[in-house]
């Protein structure tokens, strides 16, 4: 048994009497449970209207977390540079504004075809190797484009960030305020729509072969399956998706920083992952709302040591909850539930 939040990526499992028949394939039904999740952010605009900002902070991380997860927990290649695709969607948005272009939703669309442009390019190195190599060859890339941006300070900005920026109204009427209410709805709506897209995505025959790849990618091929061409397909999505992610930052904040192309962005990305689990694409989301809220509540108690309790709440994690917080959960229900008892013994 899962939970209705895991039951959208991963087959159901199925009762001993049905021992012997082919597991069922995911579907796209909607839960209860996850119609809920999603009203969450709703209630958090009522409950909490002097958090705006961190909540659509939660939001966009979470978008970029969804892009890892796809890559990551899904297709079973490991990066240390996704943060260059969002900082790429980032500073694509934000050069297009300082510059006149300050239309939020084309400045979206040419982050994402920026960021998966060079996501396609860049695949076709990180598919060729395995693990460590891929770990190596993302890292890599990540600090060429942070050194990158870092020199064409004439451009970028460098160390003092890109400034300058004004984002237009949303649909011509909404204007971007202080107190983030249109960041809000808009970070919200754009999560929403790419998450269904993404949704959809890991639940057609294609995102099963990205799974099979993961678990025995040797094996693919002789099915007829091209893994290398579906692993360049899966590294694009999540390099453009991480681009929109860095747009909508960019738009909301109106500035752009050298940190968002950092190392500490994609491993802070990585924690959030093991936290909330990985290839489930809600345990992107859950992981993202724990961390940031961890962070903005530890770093306000102890500023100078918040880190080491991150760090404890990670091993923490591991140890206990293995598959994150989302396979806690799921093990949890499995325990408690009778059905699941009876099946066992």
Known sequence: MTTPLDSTVAPARLPASSAGLAPRLPN??????????????VAAWFLFPNHLVLVSQIMIVGLFALSLDLILGYAGIVSLGHAAFFG???YSAGLLSAHGWGEPLSGLLVAALVAG???FIVSFLVVRGQDLARLMVTLGIGLMLFEAANKAAFITGGVDGLSGMATAPLFGTFEFDLYGKTAFWYSLGVLFLLFVLLRRLVNSPFGMSLRGIREGGKRMPAIGANVDRRLRAAFTVGAAIAGVAGALLAQTTQFVGL???????????LIMLVLGGTGRLYGALVGAAVFMVAQDY????????????????????VLFARGGILGGLERVVQRLKPSARKEVA
């Open 298 to 317: 530890i770093s306000g108690l102890d500023p100078a040591y918040w880190q080491f309790y991150i760090g404890l709440l990670l091993v923490l994690i």
């Open 117 to 119: 442009a060079f996501g």
């Open 88 to 90: 790429l969607g980032a």
């Open 28 to 41: 796209d039904r909607w839960k209860p449970l996850e119609i809920a999740f999603w009203l969450l952010p």
């Open 259 to 269: 940190d968002s192309l950092g190392f500490p962005r994609s491993a802070e990305l």
